[in-house]
């Protein structure tokens, strides 16, 4: 069914030519996927913190949920043309060119809002708003596949640096957005401050990313891996393994391994995506669901459709904030353990299901589930699942294939992942109803 096996996890520590693996001094190597981590995530949560400035500007027109849906249909579309093309960008490219967008996203509000919007958004200034998200998904593809791609060929520690820096910044996003609504007036002022301030820091997180990654390259325990990679690629015997996992003839095992010139280069082929989705389908369907379910209800449903006379407008900003809490313990809890069993993985994300009616008796039930403390308390379990079952599909995708097709699992994660967030954003429009 795909799961890991010892011989394919084995594959990640065999030494190269009788070397140990280089020590990651002082884990700057961990430091670096962690902040591509929160890069990754960073320009759609300042567009989501500052919600409440484009509300204003735009009233009546759910422009969460549109942000939703603009961002993650060109992020899929641009995943889908890697899948197909890939291998001909690097991914020092492909990343690069991926951070320069989302610094241009983000620099692009404060400019419009300096320029144009004053104190009253137009037509122009909406459409553009919302090209300027799309574009950010557009980098999110080149960033977030090449990134867990090549995380899927390191050691497990640096894929749960990722995910755990994409919950540790939204977070951070959470506790700015709530620091700058206590600290701003309730006005349009106060509104474009804070949401200026959103969109500054991440600018300048982002140009930081951009020196640390390519600094990064010169890291030993990243020059070692990348020589494993391209051995293990350049090794014909490899065939042979493919051979004895998936019932194809030698030659034709052979054809899905890329020549060893293009082994730095080395993206998603439509023959080596089918062999490993063939390996780990149980894995990607688990992914696609669960971000199905995670975008269907967060963040719209909680920003839009559950209220509080006690909390008034703090009460969305409150919720979306213990859900990003709970979603870092979640990511950050698999740096301790995790599950053995795959079968458990994708029971307990199939298990998340439950939140549907949950939330509904939340929205719909009897008067005492639908006031702050049980809200709270399933907002938080639903925050926790999400980060917990996430991190562990992304950490044992990459290991149950051969290693050097890991970074094509990590690919093939990734779109399924922006795959359920596309679908999910279209489902919660069904809150409305």
Same mark, same amino acid.
């Given at each position: &069914?795909?799961?890991?096996?010892?011989?394919?996890?084995?594959?990640?520590?065999?030494?190269?030519?009788?070397?140990?693996?280089?020590?990651?001094?002082?884990? @700057?190597?961990?430091?670096?996927?962690?902040?591509?981590?929160?890069?990754?995530?960073?320009?759609?949560?300042?567009?989501?913190?500052?919600?409440?400035?484009?509300?204003?500007?735009?009233?009546?027109?759910?422009?969460?949920?549109?942000?939703?849906?603009?961002?993650?249909?060109?992020?899929?579309?641009?995943?889908?043309?890697?899948?197909?093309?890939?291998?001909?960008?690097?991914?020092?490219?492909?990343?690069?060119?991926?951070?320069?967008?989302?610094?241009?996203?983000?620099?692009?509000?404060?400019?419009?809002?300096?320029?144009?919007?004053?104190?009253?958004?137009?037509?122009?200034?909406?459409?553009?708003?919302?090209?300027?998200?799309? @574009?950010?998904?557009?980098?999110?593809?080149?960033?977030?596949? !090449?990134?867990?791609?090549?995380?899927?060929?390191?050691?497990?520690?640096? &894929?749960?640096?990722?995910?755990?820096?994409? *919950?540790?910044?939204?977070?951070?996003?959470?506790?700015?957005?709530?620091? %700058?609504?206590?600290?701003?007036?309730?006005?349009?002022?106060?509104?474009?401050?804070?949401?200026?301030?959103?969109?500054?820091?991440?600018?300048?997180?982002?140009?930081?990313?951009?020196?640390?990654?390519?600094?990064?390259?010169?890291?030993?325990?990243?020059?070692?891996?990348?020589?494993?990679?391209? *051995?293990?690629?350049?090794?014909?015997?490899?065939?042979?393994?493919?051979?004895?996992? !998936?019932?194809?003839?030698?030659?034709?095992?052979?054809?899905?391994?890329?020549?060893? !010139?293009?082994?730095?280069?080395?993206?998603?082929?439509?023959?080596?995506?089918?062999?490993?989705?063939?390996?780990?389908?149980?894995?990607?369907?688990?992914?696609?669901?669960?971000?199905?379910?995670?975008?269907?209800?967060?963040?719209?449903?909680?920003?839009?459709?559950?209220?509080?006379?006690?909390?008034?407008?703090?009460?969305?900003?409150?919720?979306?904030?213990?859900?990003?809490?709970?979603?870092?313990?979640?990511?950050?809890?698999?740096?301790?353990?995790?599950?053995?069993?795959?079968?458990?993985?994708?029971?307990?994300?199939?298990?998340? @299901?439950?939140?549907?009616?949950?939330?509904?008796?939340?929205?719909?039930?009897?008067?005492?589930?639908? %006031?702050?403390?049980?809200?709270?308390?399933?907002?938080?379990?639903?925050?926790?699942?999400?980060?917990?079952?996430?991190?562990?599909?992304?950490?044992?995708?990459?290991?149950?294939?051969?290693?050097?097709?890991?970074?094509?699992?990590?690919?093939?994660?990734?779109?399924?992942?922006?795959?359920?967030?596309?679908?999910?954003?279209?489902?919660?429009?069904?809150?409305?109803?």
């Amino acid at each position: &069914m795909g799961w890991v096996t010892k011989a394919s996890q084995s594959l990640e520590s065999v030494p190269l030519n009788g070397e140990t693996p280089p020590a990651d001094v002082g884990n @700057l190597a961990y430091l670096v996927f962690f902040s591509l981590g929160a890069a990754v995530l960073l320009p759609w949560n300042a567009y989501i913190s500052a919600v409440d400035y484009f509300d204003y500007l735009y009233p009546g027109t759910h422009i969460d949920r549109v942000f939703a849906v603009v961002y993650m249909f060109p992020c899929l579309i641009v995943l889908l043309y890697l899948t197909l093309n890939g291998q001909h960008y690097t991914t020092s490219f492909r990343v690069n060119g991926g951070l320069a967008l989302y610094l241009l996203a983000v620099v692009l509000v404060p400019l419009m809002d300096t320029l144009f919007i004053k104190d009253a958004g137009s037509t122009f200034t909406h459409y553009a708003t919302v090209a300027s998200l799309a @574009l950010t998904g557009v980098a999110d593809a080149l960033v977030q596949g !090449s990134v867990i791609g090549a995380a899927g060929e390191l050691p497990e520690r640096y &894929m749960q640096a990722f995910v755990a820096g994409t *919950a540790a910044c939204s977070v951070l996003v959470s506790a700015l957005r709530i620091v %700058t609504k206590a600290a701003f007036p309730a006005t349009i002022d106060g509104l474009r401050m804070s949401a200026n301030l959103y969109f500054v820091v991440s600018g300048c997180f982002l140009a930081f990313c951009i020196v640390a990654y390519n600094l990064a390259h010169k890291l030993p325990i990243l020059i070692y891996y990348r020589n494993v990679k391209i *051995a293990a690629m350049a090794d014909q015997t490899f065939a042979f393994e493919v051979h004895s996992k !998936s019932d194809l003839a030698p030659e034709e095992a052979r054809a899905l391994l890329p020549k060893p !010139s293009s082994a730095v280069t080395f993206g998603l082929n439509n023959d080596t995506a089918l062999f490993v989705l063939s390996h780990i389908r149980w894995l990607v369907t688990a992914m696609v669901l669960m971000y199905v379910v995670t975008l269907s209800i967060f963040p719209g449903f909680l920003a839009e459709d559950v209220h509080s006379l006690a909390l008034g407008d703090w009460y969305p900003i409150l919720l979306i904030g213990a859900f990003n809490v709970f979603d870092l313990v979640g990511k950050s809890a698999t740096a301790v353990y995790i599950l053995d069993s795959n079968t458990s993985i994708v029971g307990g994300t199939f298990g998340r @299901l439950i939140f549907f009616p949950l939330y509904y008796v939340c929205l719909h039930g009897p008067k005492s589930f639908r %006031t702050e403390i049980p809200v709270f308390t399933l907002t938080s379990l639903f925050g926790l699942t999400n980060g917990y079952f996430s991190s562990c599909l992304l950490i044992v995708a990459p290991k149950a294939v051969p290693y050097a097709a890991a970074e094509t699992a990590g690919m093939v994660m990734t779109i399924a992942l922006i795959t359920g967030l596309a679908i999910g954003s279209v489902v919660s429009f069904v809150w409305i109803v």
